[in-house]
């Protein structure tokens, strides 16, 4: 079962006197979070506030959130998680959230019964994602994220299909 709230990002610090925080942005790009005009505290989506502006500033975001109008406010909310409701995102087909791969069994293509491990990490490296799949034996192995590789995504049934690379896996002449 997917998840309704994701994690989007932290407050790191406040910017100004007016009460805007500084955000660390746990998604592809600060421009992400241009898309939201309500927000969350929590992961179940009770606590709720409205985004009254929203500008990227270099690898952050500067926010200012209803209610929230002096610095003192603003830095109670220094190291507070936000989240996102995943209704309000439109990801392009073929692109999923990491949070929803994190936790996938990863499986082979062709044969099915053979199970790599599961997927535990995502690194951005600028060309492809970088996948890491832990081994049950507790052996981390990476797997690049492309379209030769990973054969089917299928994130509600919490499976990864793919055709390794040859020499990613140990059992590889």
């Known amino acids: 079962m997917l998840r309704e709230y994701l994690e989007i990002g932290k407050i790191v ?3 100004g006197i007016k009460g805007e925080v500084r955000v660390d942005p746990w998604c592809d790009s600060p421009e992400f979070m241009k898309r939201f005009k309500t927000l969350y505290f929590d992961s179940k989506g009770e606590k709720s506030v409205r985004v009254l502006s929203c500008r990227p500033h270099g690898n952050i975001v500067i926010l200012l959130l209803e209610g929230v109008s ?6 109670a909310l220094r190291n507070r998680v936000l989240y996102m409701n995943r209704k309000d995102a439109r990801l392009p087909e073929g692109h999923y959230f990491i949070q929803d791969l994190v936790g996938c069994t990863v499986v082979d293509a062709d044969d099915p019964g053979v199970i790599y491990g599961k997927l535990n990490d995502v690194s951005e490296t600028g060309a492809n994602d970088v996948w890491h799949v832990m081994a049950k034996n507790g052996k981390e192995y990476l797997l690049p994220a492309i379209g030769s590789v990973v054969i089917e995504t299928d994130v509600e049934a919490g499976v990864v299909r793919i055709r390794p690379l040859r020499g ?3 059992d590889e002449n």
């Open 168 to 170: 990613i896996f140990d």
């Open 13 to 15: 610090s406040t910017h």
């Open 70 to 75: 002096s610095i003192e406010q603003a830095s």
